[in-house]
């Protein structure tokens, strides 16, 4: 029966193609990285993690997602090594025991981007908190990623500092779009809406619309990122060698300089600040 | 909107050019979904067969709890299959997250009620004509099963093709359970996902078209064994 052989090949060359490529999934030296969406969409890491590669024959796979999730799939123990920036929820994650220990890496800053019309006034400020303020006064659009990112956590700082309820204007003016840092600047840039970002996302972001950096140069807008190898006590699996490898290399001389050498447009975007004790 | 005009530019840019990464992509999102049907059908076919051809008690509530089931959103199931898969889950020893083996199971398990839902149908209207004829001739229950499945595989390879179109675009599901790693478990959608994200709204698009051209590819491709089949049979 003609037919039915042919039901039963095409059955079994699907089997087949399917199983090897997934079988690709190949078990050479690699590490999984929880690490958050600004450092892997501004392109940080198609630049930095060859280098590491070519080096030590250790290949990184990262799961880019907003740091409250990396976070908690670190917890899990679906990752080796976490690399974020939320250094309070970083360090509470080193005294449950999830992570051995915290290392600065680098920094940049955040800054407040907005509709070039400026409806609030803030363009050419300094002062973070002011500049949301008045905003909130005007109450103009602001998208905000209200999810539990870094970002977030950032922002809602900020918000505190202004004395500014958002929760209460949540929906109206103040919009949470519980989302990643591209998206929000997405539903930034359709609603001529604030937003606050990290800058390096913002550099390589390519649909800025009408949107342009408002609010600059704040230490409130500081922004800090460590790397933390998740414990090998707690989570058995975790690659504790490989690990170690690539928190040591991106501490050291060789990994901070080639931080500081990733450039977009000519624009630095990480500042590596790295003090070998860690914290 | 410039986008358009460059979206499809690029678009036939891609496709000319042969851009390796963006094969390796389309060729990972084919081998997990076509690999999610194949399992989905394997379990939801003889299911949905079996629901449609038997008569039990709480056949009705089960067709409904079935039907139901097609609408599950995807990104459920991939947080389901994420707590099932994570070392801190009951499967976690498999250390199969961040696989693609794991999106082949989140996919499947989104497919798998879709085909059983949709062959129980196939199966429940062949069955009711057979009848007759099964009970005259004395068939046992599998044999007649069989003949069904059989008899019925024109409109059950519609079935397996809904549910591959289900698979191949869904982003909730294998965004959770893949993880989107460049290299291991990218596919179409999460990567359309990621230059969304980005904002490069143009490459996003064109990968969209692409992904409409993979998936006219696998329907043509079917049709096309299917005539000839049918011819064969005929012939």
Partial sequence: MLNRRTFVGLATAVALTASSLLAAANDAKSILLQSTTSTANSG???????????????????????????????????????????????????????????????YNDFVVVGPKADPAGVAGGRDAAAALKAIADVEAPFASRGDDSGTYKAE??????AKVDVKAASGGWYRETGSGMGQTLNVAAGMGAYALTDRATWAAFENKGDLAVLVEGDTALFNQYGVILVNPEKHPTVKADLGQTFVDWLVSKEGQAAIAGFTIGGEQLFYPNATPSGS | MQDFGAAFRLAGHLLVSGDPDLLEIVARSLAVSLGAVLVACLIGLPLGALIGFLRFPGRRAIVVFLNALMGLPPVVIGLLVYMMLSRAGP?????LLYTPTAM?????VLVTPLVAALARQTVETLAAEYDEYFQSLAVPWHAALGALLWDGRSAL????????????????AVIIVGGNIDHLTRVMTTAIALETSKGDLALALALGMVLILLSVGVNAAVMGVRSRAVEAGHG
């Fill in chain 1, 44 to 106: 940080l890491f198609d630049y930095l993690l060859p280098l590491f590669t070519e080096k030590t024959g250790i290949r990184v796979d990262v799961v880019a997602v907003g740091t409250g999730q990396a976070i908690k799939n670190a917890e899990n123990g679906d990752g080796d090594v976490l690399f974020v920036h939320a250094k309070a929820d970083e360090e509470a994650f080193v005294a449950a025991g999830h992570g051995v220990k915290r290392f600065d890496v680098m």
């Fill in chain 1, 156 to 161: 809602l700082k900020l918000w505190q500092k």
């Fill in chain 2, 91 to 95: 499967l976690g020893p498999l250390g």
């Fill in chain 2, 104 to 108: 082949v199971i989140a996919q499947a």
């Fill in chain 2, 157 to 172: 390879v519609t079935v397996a093709l809904a549910g591959f179109g289900r698979a191949i675009a869904e982003v909730g």
